[in-house]
């Protein structure tokens, strides 16, 4: 069966420091994948999503980029954080035959001080 | 310009009750909707879509494309139907989904 992974679960770091969010996929091969950025009162907004290695689409201008070096592996990254950066960050993937349905990953927490 | 309105931020009822959290879209294409919920400490997950016409734990949602609506109902509300509740819509041939900002919803013993 298909699992998807994020880690790490809960994160703090300071203003002006990098990022590094890992997502994973197991079980499937050639999955669409995404990042979402969910915010309290805002819901769920699409940061990135990817249809291929190497192959990212950015929904959203922002202080984040976002890398596929491997098929089931998802990053997120940034350079310098900001404050504005904090938030709940959902990673998802998707059949990549059309299928509708997207399965999240736990999530992590991150909070920028 | 695409976009999803759930308009209750928090829905709050009493057990047994009746239960509607209201979504409309606006799209110019044929529309494909989902509800997910989030149960506390629980993963976001899909509860249904528009396409199947299903009923998930009690729960059914009919596309109106006349109101550009596809709002959620459930004639009995249970307390472990309490969780966040998320309308979203489908966008081209990718898969990429617009979502809602959400409503939590409350059942009350």
């Known amino acids: 069966s298909q699992t998807i992974h994020q880690w790490p679960a809960t994160l703090v770091q300071p203003v002006g420091s990098p990022l590094s969010l890992e997502c994973t996929v197991e079980g499937t091969s050639n999955p669409n994948l995404y990042w979402y950025r969910q915010a309290a009162g805002r819901g769920l907004q699409l940061l990135f999503y990817?249809?291929?290695?190497?192959?990212i689409s950015s929904e959203v201008p922002q202080n984040l980029s976002a890398s596929r070096p491997q098929d089931r592996q998802f990053i997120l990254s940034s350079k310098k954080l900001l404050l504005s950066d904090s938030g709940f960050y959902l990673c998802a993937w998707s059949d990549g035959a059309g299928q509708e349905t997207q399965y999240f990953g736990p999530g992590t927490r991150l909070l920028v001080l | 310009a695409q976009r999803v309105t759930q308009p209750e931020k928090l829905l709050s009822v009493f057990k047994g009750a009746p239960v509607e959290l209201k979504c409309n879209y606006s799209?110019?294409?044929?529309?494909?909707l989902f509800w997910y919920v989030q149960y506390s400490r629980q993963r976001l997950q899909l509860l249904l879509r528009h396409i199947s016409r299903e009923s998930i734990k009690g729960f059914t949602a009919d596309l109106n494309k006349g109101e550009t609506s596809f709002h959620l109902k459930k004639p009995f509300a249970q307390e472990e139907d309490s969780a966040m509740y998320y309308c979203a819509l489908k966008l081209g041939s990718q898969g990429n989904l617009i979502f809602g900002k959400g409503t939590k919803l409350s059942v009350k013993p």
């Open positions: 990817s249809v291929g290695i190497g192959q």
């Open positions: 799209y110019s294409g044929s529309p494909e």
